[in-house]
């Protein structure tokens, strides 16, 4: 497998040189966000080229995490670090894992499924709508994320942190209200679409989730360098 360029530059990495690398994270999770915005938002015939551009994204953040796992192991960090550092490639890969599972499953529904039951589309608009307020809400949080590993402020790495808290309350009520929809118009629809919209609006709740996860790790990491 062929490395991404900037790690043939790498000799020694430093811890904090190494969080700022990270910041490759964020920007990958933020375009398949919008991916997934237009997916939710777009004639049915794009969706297989959007589906195939999130695939694309999500194979390189795996590819990314393999190569920044090796980097942490065998360079030079310190030993306390390493596994809190493991996580959070685990933590910022997970984002974009998830968007992958999100897209095929807007995909199967809009291409595969609402072609011969068209009747159901009315049921999906207000979850619709309101996943896309998720995602946009979920791109401000992993854009704290960057922000977070490339500061050396640590009291604004705090104070982005605890913006990643309200956004994520934010996100939670919105999950909530989707559910709640949801099982009051459950006579409405099969299992296959309340299944799709209850595992999709957990999916993106899980992706903020994983933003603030990530940032709990970057603010310990932080903490035992000043420390």
């Known amino acids: 497998m062929e490395k991404p360029s900037f790690f043939k530059r790498f000799t020694i990495v430093g811890e904090k040189n190494l969080l700022n690398k990270l910041t490759v994270y964020p920007d990958l999770a933020i375009e398949v966000a919008d991916f997934l915005i237009q997916m939710l938002q777009s004639d049915p015939k794009a969706m297989d080229i959007l589906n195939e551009k999130v ?9 990314l995490s393999e190569n920044f796992s090796v980097l942490i192991t065998r360079g030079a960090i310190n030993p306390s670090l390493i596994d809190n550092l493991l996580f959070l490639i685990n933590r910022l890969d ?22 011969s039951n068209g009747s159901v589309v009315s049921v999906l608009k207000n979850p619709y709508q309101t996943f ?17 590993l490339s500061e050396s402020d640590i009291n604004k790495v705090n104070e982005f942190k605890k913006k990643i808290e309200i956004i994520e309350e934010a996100v939670d009520d919105m999950k909530d209200s989707v559910l709640d929809e949801t099982y009051r118009d ?42």
């Open 55 to 63: 695939k694309m994204k999500e194979k390189e953040g795996d590819d």
């Open 94 to 115: 997970d984002v974009i894992d998830r968007s992958y599972y999100l897209s095929r499953e807007i995909k199967r529904m809009n291409l595969d499924y609402l072609q």
């Open 132 to 148: 896309v307020h998720m995602l946009e809400s979920g791109k401000d949080a992993i854009a704290c994320v960057k922000r977070m």
């Open 186 to 227: 459950a006579d409405r629809m099969n299992y296959i679409v309340f299944n799709h919209i209850t595992s999709m609006v957990h999916k993106i709740d899980d992706m903020v989730d994983d933003c603030e996860d990530a940032a709990d790790l970057i603010l310990s990491i932080y903490e035992s360098l000043t420390g």
